[in-house]
């Protein structure tokens, strides 16, 4: 596998990434290419729906094409009758479950449409599962089931929806913050600007449609599924069954993107684990492109509300941010959109609220940065409304009110290098020459162009996960953890630590991951997989390297003899004692001596609860964007991004900058494009698909620059890791929308921005 | 209804009873013949995740009909390398780090492939940009796949002129 | 999908018989019918794969100077055809502005002139839809309906044809060559859509069983080729259909215009030939007030159909701009971003030749 860097992608901090950790024969710290790479390219790389064991049937939901009723009748003996049509299931027939799906799944599990009854609650729902021997059967199979409804009327907006206060939102926090005296702070405003903002539902649209093989043997089970929790989903899946966790094998190796949808259980693939064991014989289920658009969670619509008071010195005197997420009619996720403004900037009086509106579509979840995406998708609007109103630059306005301390709590952050993105990014971007008004700006072509940006900011969880890493008789290592892969590269990212922790090259490191038959590598979410499952594998090479010194240290033949445990360094497969470096002794040689075939470590992770408690713990990050509009057709393109992101210590370079392009390509697709077209009357998605459902194609997307900015942080966790993988979207969306606005003087507060909406007013 | 009809994927040919008309060639590929390189992202031509060359063009095989396909000439992402020698496309994808997931991969490959072959993008970044608009990645490795794209192009170029390489090997010289 | 029967038929006269069956469709790249098919929105008993008939693949200049296209040649094929695109760029630049490059491959000549509409409704079996089932409604008139028709709608139908190959043609004055069990004959491409009227099920002037074989440019419509472009507005830079789009070819005379075409896009059920447009710019100095004045003309007549009434200014904007366009001279390379308002300043290395 070539792990060189072309000349162009050489940039100067590629080269000189952190020293500090790169230690003696450690790749933590340097751009090694994918380790699945290779994989990956020659089609080699099996995904859930790739697998095929013998005697497989297909299975395919039918779901509804009405947003709430009940299913009248379905015609189940035409859907027999068709050639290879084994069986059909539905309420009637379906095997009875362990765990009512009308309540939750602790911890994170919603309630789920497993065919329990003949209510239908949105659109896409699950209402029968055909399994035949062919695709082609089943697809038909569902065709012919031709089902008819009782139908009532559709809620699907906020005229119709039910409003209610949401106590909780996203998973947990809080539906209300307030901190100061807002009112107090909005009076004595010099100006106070306000504005009402949207954002659309928009899905997850993974490459890689939801899919599930399962094969039973008696009463366990194989599932071969993307899916970002092993562990906590064999557990859930379990219960569903009523059979011992042990007994659920879940194999996930690779995913094809989750951004959030494939971390929660959803009824589909709970319907293609049933169908198997119903039917006695392994079964396929993948989900068609457009029944991706409801079962599996998508990023619910927003209507906000943002008031900014500012006093004469351009300092926030009050901000209130005000949400209405649309949640399910039957569970309770709301966008924790406003809390996106009790992160970033300094007020005296902060209060943000959220209500849940109740429509009838698919309960939402999280998607790629939940809350945050949409809550600074529009806070950065409001801050620019702000900085304009001032009479500021945006960017010396965001200065203005940079907050030292966390906003509200006054909590120390564990590390903000914020200040360093903000210079960086406007250095790169050339923000420095930026006129102050609107559409002053035109290119060579006659282009207007306008110049954005957005301040970026997600938290830095850390979940419980563990690690085992097994030091082999040879000198090389194996080491495991059940985490997972959609792309952010857990392969090559989580072996670099492990390789690092263990004092080996990364080529004697076998890592395996992506199966729940090993350690718990907890939840590949809320960008935390690699500061989770990557301390705990470090953990474990540690707990190796303890073991193999004291065998060391305590044998009188080994050149370590007495040098106890503070006195070695492990490096390249090697103890040396530290006040003597020439004197070392190969793992190997270790082993041989000791009489032991090898020597196996154990790690843990978790967050230090008080350093959780005294600190408040973010990547924080500067978008700077620019676009280029035709004067009189309107078409917007993004022609440059530049971001500089501040995330603790980087382990890979070259997968952290992937991260943030493509972290901050969604926020080209969230400011320009995404959008989930419901008919107001049924509730269904007119664009249900890929072509009308519009996310970014290659020639939407500028070249990009993605700084990465130092920091260190020993207080997040002991190897200082934050998180790259969601920051990105943030902050961008702003910088676009923002950018819009300085090349047209036209503010848009409904994302996506379209067309329309800068003709109008011209 | 049944049809045989006769495949050459991969460079091996295959004669395929078919017994139903509407298995298209994708399905073909991954569910009948072990193929499962080939990916599914939308079954209807709006993703490029199912890329194939077929006589050497590329096309979305979800919207392709099997039987259509008769006496043709596929190849997918599972015959692009020599052995372990990876074709030059492959190299480059992964020295630009061009997929994260990794699922849209094979499609974007076969289909940047494709586009080397038609010769019609050059050297410059916005035809390579547009001619690969046919392939999403939601994981937005676009620059990467930009890159490597256009780096696997100049290589083709110079092997067409085979002086610029090592004229024993007909290989790039570097 | 319904089951089928699947014919290859060797020769064109037993297509065009087993075509003329009831229940019968013709298959060639299947990039349409397919995914009709899989949606639920077309189920034909038989399909008559047409795309190893013998003949019908070749470009072919006729004596005259114009050109005759068979209906299986693939549209990167056409797009890319040197001669082809020197003589009729705006038709290269329309080809090479849809879908992507996969689906160019596949897609046939014939295929993109009968694609149907992209109407949400129309490719949704559980809604209303008059033009997929007459008689039973419209649901798109009450609906989502931003991208649909200003122009020649009925409350019948108010879909868009979406093709961005057939703006070009219709500008050009193709004409179609079809032939069936009865005999050949030729339709203006003008006359092969059809407005909805209160029959929108009828889509084309086609017969049942009638086969597209060929698509004739007369000689004249390469005098345009110094001036002419096309221009497609999107919601993203590439694989999408059209918001908008126009095409616009001048013949210029001693700094005047001698003949114009104008054709829109995605405004109509049929590619909108903008005639009376045209005649106002006949004899004239070539201005902006000209081409303010030839869009509002093209749009006389326009109204939305739902929200879409921005899409009528933005349809007077699309057609002054392609004509400035125009005037300004067919870039001397294909544009690295075909029909894009991005297109600017093509670079002269790469990409097919125009002239
Ligand atoms: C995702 C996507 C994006 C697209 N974007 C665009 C775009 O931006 N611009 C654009 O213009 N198009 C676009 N298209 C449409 C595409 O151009 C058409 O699908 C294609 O041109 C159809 O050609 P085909 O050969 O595949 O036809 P088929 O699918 O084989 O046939 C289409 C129809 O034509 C009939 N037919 C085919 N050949 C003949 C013939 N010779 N005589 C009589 N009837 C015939 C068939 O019976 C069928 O009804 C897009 C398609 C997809 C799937
Ligand atoms: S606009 Fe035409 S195609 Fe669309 S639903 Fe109405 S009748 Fe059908
Ligand atoms: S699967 Fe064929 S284009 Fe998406
Ligand atoms: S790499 Fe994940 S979709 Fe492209």
Known sequence: MSEQMSPERMSPETQTTFPRHVRHGSNSGQPVSRRDGRLKVTGAATYAADNHPEGLLHAVIATSTIARGRVRSLDVEAAKAHPGVVEVITPANRMPLHHDPNEKMPPFGFRVEVLQDDTVRYVNQPIAVVVAETLEAATEGVRLLAPRYEEEDARTGLDNGLRHEAQSVGVGAPGTVSFGDLDAGLKGAARVTEGDYSTPPQYHNAMEPHAVVAEWDGDTVTIDMPNQALRMSAASYAAYFGIPAENVLIRSPFLGGGFGSKAILNGPQILGILAARQLGRPVKLVLTRAQMYGPVGHRGRTWQKLRLGTGDDGKLTALHHHSIGATSSFDDFVEPAANASLMLYESPAIRVEHEGLRLDIGTPGPMRAPGEASGSASLEIAMDEAAEACGMDPLAFRLANYAETQPGTGKPFSSKALRECYEQGAAAFGWAGRPLEAGTMRDENGFLVGWGMGTAVFPCPQFPAEARATLRADGTALVETGGADMGQGAWTALAQLAAESLGLDLDKVEFHSGRSDLPDGGVAGGSGHTASAGQALSNAGGDVIARLTELATGDPDSPLFGAGNIGVVAAEGRLHRRDDETRSQSYADILARAGQKELVGTGKSGRDPASAEAFAMHSHGAVFAEVKIDPNLMQVRVSRLVGAFAAGRIINPKLVRSQYYGGMIWGISFALQEEAVADRRTGRIMNADLAEYHVPVNADVPRMEAILVPEEDPRVSPLGIKGVGEIGVTGTVGAIANAVWHATGIRVRNYPIRIEDLLRRR | ?174 | MKPFDYIRPATLAEAVTEAARPGSAYLAGGTNMLDLMKVGAAAPERLVDITRLPGLDAVEWLPDGGVRIGALVRNSDLAYDARFAASFPMVAEALLSGASAQLRNAATVGGNLMQRTRCAYFQDPASACNRRESGSGCDARDGENRMHAVLGFTEHCIAVHASDFCVPLVALGAEVEVESSDGKRTIPIDELHLLPGDTPQMETALRRGELITGVKLPAGAAAFSGHARYLKLRERTSYAFAVVSAAAALQIEDGRIAEARIALGGVAAKPWRAAEAEASLVGIEPSQPAFARAGEIALASAHPSGANAFKIELARRIVTRVLTRALEGTPERMPALPGSPFAARPDKTSGVAHV
């Open chain 2, 1 to 174: 209804m049944s049809l045989s009809i006769s495949l050459a994927i991969n460079g091996r040919q295959h004669d395929v009873a078919l017994n139903d008309p509407r298995v298209t060639l994708l399905d073909l590929l991954r569910e009948r013949l072990d193929l499962p390189g080939t990916k599914k992202g939308c079954d209807r031509g709006q993703c490029g995740a199912c890329t194939v060359l077929v006589d050497g063009r590329r096309i979305n095989s979800c919207l392709a009909l099997a039987a259509s396909m008769d006496g043709a000439e596929i190849t997918t992402i599972e015959g692009l390398a020599e052995g372990d020698e990876l074709h030059p496309v492959q190299a480059a994808f992964i020295e630009h780090d061009a997929f994260q997931c990794g699922y849209c991969t094979p499609g974007q490959i076969m289909s940047a492939v494709g586009l080397i072959k038609e010769g019609m993008a050059g050297d410059d970044p916005e035809r390579v940009r547009e001619l690969m608009s046919g392939n999403i990645c939601r994981c937005g490795a676009y620059q990467g796949i930009t890159e490597a794209v256009l780096e696997a192009g100049r290589k083709a170029a110079e092997n067409a002129q085979p002086q610029t390489g090592n004229p024993d090997t007909g290989k790039d010289a570097a």
